[in-house]
């Protein structure tokens, strides 16, 4: 465990104050970590990692060494000790520490603030975690945390957001999981094949191949949460099997967890035969952002429709995230933010 030395405080201001405004003290937290490999990986390259901290707590870090320092407010330096000692503890582990698990740690410690109890003797967050053979899956934000728990504990669970929140990645993660330890038999992975404003025209080669552009999303987050070995067997085994949404029709879906990826692009009549193949012992899981809807205009979204008629089922559990759940890059937050901010186009529009 990192040793922390949270009591010095200094008077003298890291800025030149204005002569009329009082200058409050500011904290300095000094803090060892014992192991250098995790010292420097926590550190990241060139320092990002810090300075990702620095810009999100509005402190100042230092780092020699495995000897950081932390300068800001009292608030300020607590959060960014908590962030630190927990990317610790995570390197300790052997976790990469990439942008995306920083700023994970950052919301999780914010997020803990009044909501969650902080373990200082393992510095890690109560927020909830998938365990795959390859390494552990962590939520990262309130609204992740919530839908790990939603679909540990429902059989039908609506993901709503906008992109970069997590929610396929996070489906595909508990779809695993379920698979690896022998509770389902099967992954079936579908979507519906519509093209995002433009038109790709004939496509190639067998089933799998035309259907494969259109489910690459779900496929890069199975090799990257799985051992590729496994993979492809389970793939050629039809153990994980790719179900364009049109083939969904007249099966019974049993020991299985079934994905319905960017449902936002399914029509009402879709959304309901699909939602109608739930079987025994399975669990479905059905992700979309409703600010990207590629239907012809003037069709309605079977997502939207089945948010509004399902609220409130019993056994069914749906999951708002926003901008503020944004995890691939600290822009997409903005960009996302960005565009809810325009007035929304009636669906009748005409194009």
Not at 207 to 213: I, M, N
Not at 295 to 323: C, Y
Request: charged fraction near 25%.
């Amino acid at each position: 465990m990192p040793k922390s030395a949270s009591d010095s405080t200094s008077l003298a201001p890291s800025r030149k104050p204005d002569r009329d405004m009082p200058v409050p003290p500011e904290t300095q937290v000094v803090i060892d970590f014992d192991d250098n490999r995790a010292a420097s990986a926590l550190v990241g390259p060139y320092g990002q990692n810090l300075a990702l901290v620095e810009r999100r707590l509005g402190v100042v870090v230092d780092s020699r060494g495995n000897h950081v320092t932390i300068a800001g407010s009292r608030d300020g330096c607590d959060a960014a000790r908590r962030v630190l000692e927990t990317l610790y503890a995570q390197a300790i582990e052997g976790h990469d520490l990439d942008q995306g698990e920083v700023e994970g740690a950052i919301r999780a410690v914010i997020a803990q603030g009044s909501l969650f109890e902080f373990d200082n003797k393992s510095a890690k967050p109560t927020f909830e975690t998938i365990n795959l053979r390859k390494r552990p899956v962590r939520a990262r934000t309130a609204a992740q945390d919530s839908y790990i728990r939603a679909l540990k504990r429902h059989e039908l669970v609506f993901g709503v957001g906008p992109a970069g929140t997590g929610k396929t990645w996070l489906a595909v993660a508990y779809a695993a999981q379920l698979f690896e330890r022998k509770e389902v038999d099967r992954i079936i992975l579908s979507r519906p094949a519509v093209e995002a404003g433009e038109r790709l025209g004939f496509l190639p080669g067998d089933l799998r191949e035309k259907v494969d552009p259109y489910l690459r999303p779900i496929y890069d987050a199975l090799y990257d949460l799985m051992d590729s070995r496994v993979v492809e067997r389970a793939l050629q085994g039809g153990e994980i099997e790719i179900a364009p949404l049109a083939f969904m029709r007249g099966r019974t879906l049993t020991n299985a967890v079934i994905i319905l990826d960017e449902a936002q692009n399914t029509t009402s009549m879709q959304m309901k035969m699909f939602l109608t193949r739930l079987g025994e012992n399975s669990r479905m899981i059905v992700t979309g952002d409703p600010s990207q809807v590629d239907l012809p205009h003037g069709q309605a979204s079977g997502l939207a429709e089945a948010v509004k008629l399902l609220g409130g089922v019993e056994g069914i559990a749906q999951v708002q995230f926003t901008a503020e759940d944004v995890i691939r890059h600290e822009l997409v937050a903005r960009i996302v933010a960005a565009y809810e901010g325009l007035p929304q186009r009636p669906a009748n529009a005409k194009s």
